[in-house]
């Protein structure tokens, strides 16, 4: 564990976090932007996977890349996710991972138990994939949050600037040593049960985060497609607003 655990800084802070952005999700992470950006959030961390499930690399797609450089350039954070999201090149599953692999996520967890030179390598190339496009890769959010214990010094001697859990915000620089504990609102959409509880949770959990300095609100590409999701989002959105909640990126929490 690196740092020291504090309560979230002031002001008041509204972190939207965009994620799995890759080509075949590039028309929905778009309509996400502009539906915040109706409801006045005009920036967020947009979380971008270098190869999708194993289907090419983004750099194939030149009009998500042009999109990405654009989100960029508005202002929004891009963000290292994962290289493939998925575990096909993984260590066999065990007893002791399959909840996280199988139940909690559906085989997308691919920074839990990778060995730490397959990660580097994979940082790496993600990194400089990132590079040739002029995207700033500051942070890296691992596929579901998930990640083997040495992964945060890994990314920390790498460069990289922070890392968060579903509970928290790491950052990784020298003097940057403020560990921030939030939860992150996030919706399981795989199936109409867990949709509602979802949302029943995410009600309960923002009752308190409201209390708070920080909002973090994860979304996925088909959340609003799921009328449930897209009221409570949108409640959640224009409540946090109002309450005085500025929008802001990862990147702009850690850095200051
Ligand atoms: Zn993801």
Same mark, same amino acid.
């Given at each position: 564990?690196?740092?020291?655990? *504090?309560?979230?800084?002031?002001?008041?802070?509204?972190?939207?976090?965009?994620?799995?952005? /890759?080509?075949?999700?590039?028309?929905?992470?778009?309509?996400?932007?502009?539906f915040?950006?109706?409801?006045g959030?005009?920036?967020?961390?947009?979380?971008?996977?270098?190869?999708? /499930? /194993?289907?090419?690399?983004?750099?194939?797609?030149?009009?998500?890349?042009?999109?990405?450089?654009?989100?960029?350039?508005?202002?929004?954070?891009i963000?290292?996710?994962?290289y493939?999201?998925?575990?096909?090149?993984?260590p066999?599953?065990?007893l002791?991972?399959?909840?996280?692999?199988?139940?909690?996520?559906? @085989?997308?967890?691919?920074?839990?138990?990778?060995p730490?030179?397959?990660?580097?390598? @994979?940082?790496?190339?993600?990194?400089?994939?990132?590079?040739?496009?002029g995207?700033?890769?500051?942070?890296?959010?691992?596929?579901?949050?998930?990640?083997?214990?040495?992964?945060?010094?890994?990314?920390?001697?790498m460069?990289?600037?922070?890392?968060?859990?579903?509970g928290?915000?790491?950052?990784?620089?020298?003097?940057?040593?403020?560990?921030?504990?939030?939860?992150?609102?996030c919706?399981?959409?795989?199936?109409?049960?867990?949709?509602?509880?979802?949302?029943?949770w995410?009600?309960?959990?923002?009752?308190?985060?409201?209390?708070?300095?920080?909002?973090?609100?994860?979304?996925?590409?088909?959340?609003?497609?799921?009328?449930?999701?897209?009221?409570?989002?949108?409640?959640?959105?224009?409540?946090?607003?109002?309450?005085?909640?500025?929008?802001? *990126?990862?990147?702009? /929490?850690?850095?200051?």
């Open positions: 564990m690196i740092g020291n655990v *504090t309560a979230a800084p002031n002001p008041k802070s509204l972190i939207v976090s965009l994620h799995d952005a /890759h080509p075949g999700s590039r028309a929905r992470i778009a309509e996400q932007i502009a915040l950006a109706e409801r959030v005009t920036r967020s961390s947009i979380l971008v996977v270098p190869e999708f /499930h /194993h289907g090419g690399s983004l750099l194939q797609d030149k009009a998500f890349c042009e999109a990405v450089s654009g989100w960029q350039e508005q202002g929004h954070e963000v290292l996710h994962g493939y999201h998925d575990r096909r090149e993984s066999p599953e065990r002791s991972t399959v909840f996280w692999t199988r139940l909690y996520t559906n @085989r997308e967890a691919e920074f839990l138990d990778l730490l030179e397959t990660a580097r390598l @994979r940082l790496e190339r993600g990194r400089a994939l990132f590079a040739s496009q995207w700033r890769a500051r942070g890296f959010v691992a596929p579901a949050w998930l990640m083997a214990g040495g992964l945060p010094n890994l990314l920390a001697e460069g990289f600037t922070y890392t968060t859990r579903l928290e915000i790491i950052p990784l620089l020298p003097g940057l040593n403020r560990v921030t504990t939030s939860q992150s609102l919706y399981s959409s795989r199936a109409a049960w867990r949709r509602f509880a979802s949302c029943v995410n009600k309960y959990l923002y009752g308190r985060l409201r209390e708070t300095d920080l909002v973090r609100l994860s979304l996925h590409p088909c959340d609003l497609e799921f009328p449930l999701l897209r009221r409570q989002i949108d409640q959640i959105v224009r409540a946090s607003l109002k309450r005085g909640f500025q929008p802001t *990126t990862y990147d702009g /929490h850690v850095a200051r």
